[in-house]
C-alpha cells in the first residue's frame, strides 16, 4: 500500500451504533487530519494531530473522538451520530518540517447515519 | 483567517490553457497560497503553493500579483483529467501542521 488509505470505504450505522474509520499512511509523515465533507458545502477541517499530539479540535461535537496511537494511524470513533452527520469523512497527513508540507489525502470513508 | 474569492465554475476547451483566478486581498505578509484540487469521488490532491515568486511544476504554473492580492493557477494544456474543483487556500507556513481552510472552489469543465 503506498499513500493515504482509508477503511472502510462506505459506512451506513444507526444512530446508536458506535463505530470506528481507520486512516493510514505509509509515506513516513509526522501530522495527521480529520476533514469532513458534506454535500455542497467546503470541506471542514476537524481533529489535527503533530507527532501523535493533539493540535486542533475546531469544535468538533463528543459523538466524534479522534484517536492518534503513532503517526502512522489514526482513528475517529463514532457514537450516537445523527443523521446530518452523513458525509465524506476524509484523512490527510503531511511531514511538517522547516519549509513545506503539503497535505496527502486519503480517498475517504462515505458515512450515512440513519 | 484570510480568504479567498473564486469564480464558482469556468469551462476551457481540451488542450487550451486554463487562468483560474483568485483573489485573497487580506492575505497577510507570511500567509502561503496554495492550490489543491478534487476529482470526482477522490480526496483533494496539491497542485502548487508559493509565497511571493511565480512557480512552476509539472501540474501547473503559480502567477503571484506583485501585492500578492492575487493569483492565477495556469494549466498550460487542459485535459478531460484536470475537470475538477480546484482550491485556493491561505496559510501561515509549516513548523507546525497546518491548518487549510476550504472555500467552495472553482468547478472546472473540460470540453472535448
Known amino acids: 500500500e503506498t499513500g493515504v488509505t482509508q477503511t472502510p470505504r462506505h459506512l451506513v450505522m444507526g444512530m446508536t451504533n458506535k463505530k470506528s474509520l481507520k486512516c493510514e499512511q505509509h509515506?513516513?509523515?509526522?501530522?495527521m487530519y480529520w476533514y469532513k465533507q458534506s454535500a455542497k458545502k467546503p470541506l471542514e477541517l476537524m481533529f489535527v494531530y503533530n507527532f501523535k499530539e493533539q493540535t486542533e479540535n475546531n469544535s468538533v461535537p463528543s459523538r466524534f473522538s479522534p484517536e492518534c496511537p503513532n503517526s502512522s494511524h489514526l482513528f475517529l470513533h463514532l457514537h450516537t451520530l445523527q443523521p446530518e452527520d452523513s458525509a465524506l469523512y476524509l484523512c490527510?497527513?503531511?511531514?511538517?518540517?522547516?519549509?513545506?508540507?503539503?497535505?496527502?489525502f486519503g480517498p475517504g470513508t462515505r458515512l450515512t447515519v440513519l | 483567517d484570510a480568504k479567498t474569492t473564486q469564480p464558482n465554475s469556468m469551462e476551457s476547451n481540451e488542450e487550451e490553457p486554463v487562468h483560474l483566478p483568485c483573489n485573497h486581498s487580506?492575505?497577510?505578509?507570511?500567509?502561503?497560497i496554495h492550490w489543491y484540487r478534487q476529482l470526482p469521488s477522490q480526496g483533494p490532491e496539491y497542485v502548487i503553493h508559493?509565497?511571493?515568486s511565480n512557480v512552476n511544476n509539472r501540474m501547473a504554473s503559480l502567477a503571484i500579483a506583485e501585492d500578492r492580492k492575487s493569483s492565477t493557477l495556469i494549466l498550460h494544456r487542459a485535459t478531460l483529467r484536470d475537470a475538477a474543483v480546484y482550491y485556493c487556500?491561505?496559510?501561515?507556513?509549516?513548523?507546525?501542521?497546518?491548518?487549510?481552510?476550504f472555500g467552495s472552489g472553482t468547478q472546472l469543465t473540460v470540453l472535448p
Open positions: 508559493g509565497l511571493t
Open positions: 490527510a497527513s503531511s511531514q511538517e518540517r522547516a519549509s513545506y508540507g503539503e497535505q496527502f
Open positions: 487580506t492575505i497577510s505578509g507570511t500567509d502561503y
Open positions: 509515506l513516513g509523515h509526522n501530522a
Open positions: 487556500i491561505l496559510s501561515l507556513p509549516s513548523g507546525s501542521a497546518r491548518q487549510l481552510t
